[in-house]
């Protein structure tokens, strides 16, 4: 079974400052893809950015970047610029392409900014 | 753009008592997933639907069941409710193009005296 890994529980970052977010997952599938999930106190789960696994470009959404590391099977996160609404904890997620697809969660990294 | 309505927001019930959680999907979205969140916990899946028919399942109690109507709506009835059913319950959606992402819905929050 695929599992993902996110092995700080809790980051801090001071405002305006770059943070960077760990993953790691295990698959033996070639075809896949993974996102970064933001869930903030309100607990909506917000989607962050996408990566699909065919892809060799890291993607990018603004402040959000991640380094996609397909042969280490890492996916990490960096946030730039870094902003008190960026305070919130970050599920990684894995889906296998085919199939239902049903998503994979880590255990999470709560993030906290400092002003 | 409209997205994904879960009602209720907030249910609380007591032991043994039975509980139905609705899920109005994206309109065009013929796909929806059911995950729950205990406290502190990551979202694990439960169960998902595409056009009506049941595509997966995970770890969910044979106390729940649920399904999708012909509206694409889905409902998750959990009975004989347990303290430790206590928890976020999120419905996604997703179109019909499997590349397409996930998208959720605010959560029910479920609490079980």
């Known amino acids: 079974a695929q599992t993902v890994t996110q092995s700080q529980p809790e980051m801090s970052v001071q405002e305006a400052e770059t943070v960077t977010l760990s993953c790691t997952y295990d698959?033996?599938?070639?075809?896949?893809?993974l996102f970064w999930y933001k869930q903030p106190p309100s607990r909506q789960m917000i989607l962050v950015i996408r990566?699909?696994?065919?892809?060799?470009q890291n993607a990018t959404e603004n402040r959000f970047s991640v380094n996609f590391q397909k042969a280490a099977k890492s996916f990490s996160l960096k946030i730039s610029d870094s902003q008190l609404g960026d305070a919130a904890m970050y599920f990684c997620?894995?889906?296998?392409?085919?199939?239902?697809?049903?998503?994979?969660f880590g255990q999470g990294t709560r993030l906290t900014i400092n002003p | 753009a409209a997205g994904v309505i879960q009602s209720p927001r907030h249910l609380i019930k007591e032991k043994r008592e039975t509980a139905t959680l609705k899920c109005y999907p994206i309109?065009?979205?013929?796909?929806v997933y059911w995950y729950q969140q205990g406290p502190g916990q990551d979202p694990q899946f439960l169960i998902s639907f595409y056009e009506k028919m049941q595509s997966d399942k995970g770890s969910i109690p044979d106390r729940f069941s649920a399904q999708q109507f012909s509206d694409y709506h889905s409902e998750l009835n959990m009975s004989s409710l347990e303290l430790g059913d206590s928890a976020l319950y999120f419905c996604?959606?997703?179109?019909?193009?499997?590349?397409?992402?996930?998208?959720f819905g605010p959560g029910t929050r479920l609490l079980v005296l």
């Open positions: 309109p065009r979205h013929d796909t």
């Open positions: 996604a959606s997703r179109g019909t193009d499997p590349s397409e992402t996930q998208y």
């Open positions: 698959t033996s599938e070639s075809d896949y893809y």
């Open positions: 990566q699909e696994a065919y892809k060799q």
């Open positions: 997620a894995y889906i296998e392409v085919g199939g239902a697809q049903k998503l994979v």
